[in-house]
């Protein structure tokens, strides 16, 4: 069945850097755009990111453009983030989502599949 599993959450003082990963399986990851988005509490997710299905196109939201770097290894079925200069309202909840046939999309509801999401805390 498919799976997106992200990894690589945690704590950091602002400033800092992290990696999320997330591994996808059961579908065919080459064939997707992949994004992120993230969820604070009491907010709405919100859109951070999404790369292309080669890796040639990325679009970023506003708020991450300049700090944050989303990019895919088609080979492992992965997309990656990186994410330096973090604040503390970065702070959310992170989850990958694929989506087919569409390049630029930034609303959770285009996307056809969801990981888990995986826990980023900034502290100031």
């Known amino acids: 069945q498919v799976q997106l599993v992200e990894s690589g959450g945690g704590l950091v003082q602002a400033g800092g850097s992290l990696r999320l990963s997330c591994a996808a399986s059961?579908?065919?990851?080459?064939?997707?755009?992949m994004g992120w988005f993230r969820q604070a509490p009491g907010k709405e997710r919100q859109f951070v990111a999404v790369?292309?299905?080669?890796?040639?196109?990325?679009y970023y939201a506003d708020s991450v453009k300049g700090r944050f770097t989303i990019s895919r290894d088609n080979a492992k079925n992965t997309v990656y983030l990186q994410m330096n200069s973090l604040k503390p309202e970065d702070t959310a909840v992170y989850y990958c989502?694929?989506?087919?046939?569409?390049?630029?999309?930034?609303?959770?509801?285009?996307?056809?599949?969801w990981g888990q999401g995986t826990q980023v805390t900034v502290s100031s």
């Open positions: 989502a694929a989506v087919a046939g569409v390049v630029y999309a930034t609303r959770s509801s285009q996307y056809d599949y």
């Open positions: 059961g579908f065919t990851f080459s064939m997707y755009s």
């Open positions: 790369i292309s299905r080669s890796g040639g196109t990325t």
